[in-house]
């Protein structure tokens, strides 16, 4: 039997496309031999990704860990960097607290289980097989698989960072376009807060985020930065360690690649084709910053199902994408060099500690309702944080 549409991955963008599609009369298959299954991210799921899959999860479709607060702090302090008070001392750590509706963490086994669960009772299919080979033609699609061979009108990469139908259709990602995630699942602890510190050096973050029976812990840095997966967990080891953030848990190693991006990378990407389309990570839609996915995979997925339902071409998609999706990325890689920067970082968690309006827009930025496009204003009405904002742009 040939499908309408074959999707290559059950993640989110994956399952999320094949929910949609099949609600809507599709025939849609998922091939993935291992959704779902534990990931090496944070867990985080913003409102608005939340707010996206109002239609096929019920509230207790998946254990959550509500987010009550965000604890901010950085290592890189400069004794000698200005402050926003001189008076002030030495603010390293600067607590958030959030609204009920910021940020959930989930074991994403959990939430990825919930979103396919979704996607099987509105009709779709799954084949718990791994896809060898992507051929397109005139005809249509051809998919080899460890299991059999499948036809498709249609075939949807949403098969992750290394997509094996990215590598088929397009080109796969330069190793500068890709970050390594990495860490540690801390088994027997947990919390109502997330902690992030905020690094220079690389430039990024370290992370633990409280899942329901475990912290996710972690670091991430580009994959050309010179700094090895057993380098950066023997740095968040030591941050373990050191803040304490884990008593006696035991730890579990992780590691997974992510798509980072710059600027001039989402002006060109490769979304759709004759018969094909990529989504979510497969597409590189993740953001450079925080290296959040889900809302942007969840959201590329509508946008595809939308696009086939409707008969469009393709393209449609790939200009849909770029407009409300890659814009917004393209603003947060332009940002990025600077948002890491030693003299920002300091000014930030000051003006955190000391600013009702600044913490507001942190609260925005962690649930995902601060876009790129108006940061710049919103911080500089701040007027604690504008000295911050000419650091970033400097």
């Known amino acids: 039997m040939r499908d309408d549409v074959a999707i290559v991955g059950a993640g989110p963008a994956g399952a999320r496309a094949a929910f949609v599609l099949a609600r809507g009369g599709a025939r849609v298959t998922m091939f993935d031999p291992s959704h779902p299954r534990e990931k090496a991210c944070g867990g985080g799921v913003t409102g608005r990704a939340l707010a996206l899959v109002r239609d096929a999860l019920a509230p207790d479709a998946f254990p959550r860990t509500i987010v009550r607060a965000a604890r ?50 509105a009709g779709a299919g799954l084949v718990r097989a791994r896809a060898t080979n992507v051929t397109i033609d005139a005809h249509g699609v051809t998919l080899d698989t460890t299991a059999d061979r499948f036809t498709a009108d249609f075939v949807v990469g949403a098969d992750g960072a290394n997509s094996l139908v990215r590598r088929r259709v397009a080109s796969p990602f330069r190793r500068d376009q890709l970050s390594i995630a990495t860490g540690f699942f801390a088994h027997g602890a947990t919390s109502d807060e997330i902690v992030i510190e905020l690094t220079s050096d690389p430039p990024g973050y370290i992370w633990s ?96 199902a939308d696009t086939l339902m409707s008969a469009s071409e393709p393209r ?20 990025k060099a600077g948002f890491f920067r030693p003299a920002f970082l300091d000014l930030m968690i000051d003006a955190l500690e000391q600013s009702a309006a600044v913490r507001r827009v942190m609260v925005d930025l ?18 604690e944080v504008g000295l911050a904002w000419r650091a970033l742009t400097a």
């Open 72 to 121: 901010f702090t950085t290592c890189d302090r400069n004794p000698t960097a200005p402050r926003l008070h001189a008076a002030d001392g030495a603010n390293d750590t600067a607590t958030v607290t959030l609204d009920a509706d910021a940020l959930v963490v989930a074991s994403r086994a959990s939430f990825d289980a919930a979103l396919v669960n979704a996607a099987l009772r």
């Open 366 to 383: 962690v649930a995902g309702r601060q876009s790129y496009a108006t940061l710049k204003w919103r911080l500089i009405k701040t007027l």
């Open 316 to 335: 449609a998609y790939a200009l849909s994408v770029r407009d409300e999706l890659g814009s917004e990325l393209a603003r947060a890689a332009r940002l």
């Open 209 to 304: 985020f409280p899942r329901p029976d475990h912290l996710a812990i972690g670091i991430c840095a580009q994959a050309d930065a010179g700094i090895t997966a057993a380098g950066l967990r023997t740095r968040t080891a030591r941050w373990i360690d050191r803040t304490g953030v884990a008593p006696h848990a035991a730890l579990e190693p992780y590691s997974w690649p992510i798509p980072s991006l710059t600027a001039s990378d989402y002006e060109s990407l490769p979304l759709a084709g004759a018969r094909w389309a990529l989504a979510g990570d497969a597409a590189g839609l993740v953001d450079p910053i925080t290296r959040e996915g889900i809302h942007f995979a969840l959201r590329s997925a509508d946008i595809l």
